[in-house]
């Protein structure tokens, strides 16, 4: 009856750490899923920022432009 409960207890601490693997997993998942998707965000958020820059650029050289005609 002991080697029974010595087993037993044995299974019970193999299932928690699984538990505790899987929900180490499933964080691991959601956060790369969530370093994805602000990747993604950065990544759009960079391209809108440099067709801004250029613009601006193109808006500096026009302003150039009018101050010597005047």
């Known amino acids: 009856m002991r080697n029974?409960?010595?087993?037993?207890?044995?299974?019970?601490?193999?299932?928690q750490k699984i538990m505790m693997l899987q929900k180490?997993?499933?964080d691991s998942v959601?956060?790369?899923l969530r370093l994805e998707?602000?990747?993604?965000?950065?990544?759009?958020?960079?391209?809108?920022a440099s067709?801004?820059?250029a613009a601006l650029a193109d808006e500096?050289?026009?302003w150039e432009q009018?101050?010597?005609?005047?």
């Open 4 to 15: 029974l409960r010595e087993k037993q207890q044995m299974l019970a601490n193999v299932e």
């Open 24 to 26: 180490s997993y499933e």
């Open 30 to 32: 959601n956060e790369k």
């Open 37 to 48: 998707r602000n990747m993604a965000l950065t990544q759009a958020r960079l391209k809108r």
């Open 51 to 53: 067709k801004l820059t």
């Open 60 to 62: 500096k050289t026009r």
């Open 66 to 70: 009018t101050i010597e005609v005047v």
